[in-house]
């Protein structure tokens, strides 16, 4: 079988130069491998993503040349799919819901170090969830789900990882852009404590919905930013729970500005479409990203 890429970008906006380099990366390497390459929209995020992007997004990648198999599959129209697969975390008891605010957490954390206590964050800066809601009394929390009551389904962590050998939880993993081999590692998934896996505001989470489309779509090899190096600890807990044979990863450095910003933080200038629009064209940026030897 041959094997599958993917790229899957979340229209929060159209793509910048970042994206660019990860979408050729993809292609460059699907190529190589004679493999297949899909363009997946990871739309799950409905108060951040708008169709208008999803547009942006295709003209920029129908502007660059990349060519993709299949058709695009948009996550949105797949909501019924997490939630089965949410619903077998349930089963195990792997899940449960938090109405707590995001100030009702914030209090939280800040009231636990205002006692003193030290407070972990997760590998993205915030605060571990502190618990609110694990071990809540089944009565009020039915109550609450019987009164409608918006609520998050977050993993409980410790019972996910109880009876789990590291290498259960082992995948293989390509070291850079460039490797030829894999090297096989583990990342733990505790440092994301009880991480939110069913958003109170969306019927899935970017992590969920992602683990579920990689086995659905029979992909081989993640290919992303390392900006999501650390998130593949917890993927990869949730592929165990799911039964799901995990892909190959690979994560790629992510590119900054001159100024060493992060290019989501300093996008306008470095918009494909501000490119496009300042008279560079596909071939130029294919250039200026290393990759050159690729056919328009
Ligand atoms: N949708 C994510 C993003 O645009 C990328 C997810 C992935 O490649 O796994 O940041």
Redesign the pocket.
């Known amino acids: 079988m041959p094997p599958v890429f993917?790229?899957?970008?979340?229209p929060?906006g159209g793509l910048h130069i970042g994206?660019a380099y990860?979408a050729l990366l993809n292609e460059k390497l699907a190529r190589e491998a004679g493999g297949r390459l899909l363009l997946r929209v990871?739309d799950t995020d409905t108060t951040r993503c708008r169709p208008e992007f999803v547009d942006a997004i295709c003209t920029d990648l129908d502007w660059l040349g990349i060519r993709f198999n299949g058709e695009t599959r948009r996550q949105s129209e797949h909501f019924e799919t997490y939630e089965q697969a949410a619903g077998r975390l349930r089963e195990k008891g792997l899940l449960y819901p938090c109405f707590a605010s995001r100030s009702q957490i914030a209090e939280s954390v800040a009231a636990r170090q205002a006692a003193g206590e030290g407070w972990p964050r997760d590998p993205d800066g915030s605060p571990i969830y502190p618990g609110l809601w694990r071990n809540a009394p089944p009565d009020v929390v039915a109550a609450r789900i019987a009164a409608g009551e918006p609520h998050a389904w977050r993993i409980d962590i410790a019972r996910a990882l109880d009876g789990i050998a590291a290498d259960d939880l082992a995948f293989e993993e390509y070291p850079d852009a460039d490797a030829r081999e894999t090297t096989r590692v583990t990342r733990d998934p505790a440092v994301w404590g009880d991480f939110v896996i069913v958003r109170k505001d969306a019927p899935a989470s970017?992590h969920l919905a992602?683990v579920v489309d990689e086995a659905l779509q029979g992909v081989t090899d993640?290919v992303?930013?390392s900006?999501?190096q650390q998130a593949t600890g917890l993927h990869r807990l949730l592929q165990h729970h799911l039964e799901f044979k995990p892909p190959r990863y690979r994560h790629h450095a992510l590119l900054t500005s001159e100024d060493g910003e992060k290019l989501s933080k300093s996008r306008g200038s470095q918009t494909l479409a501000a490119l496009r629009e300042s008279g560079h064209t596909a071939q130029d940026i294919r250039t200026q990203l290393g990759f050159w030897n690729a056919r328009l």
């Not at 993917?6 to 979340?10: M, Q």
């Open positions: 993917r790229f899957a970008p979340s929060t994206h990860s990871e970017f992602g993640v992303r930013g900006d999501l």
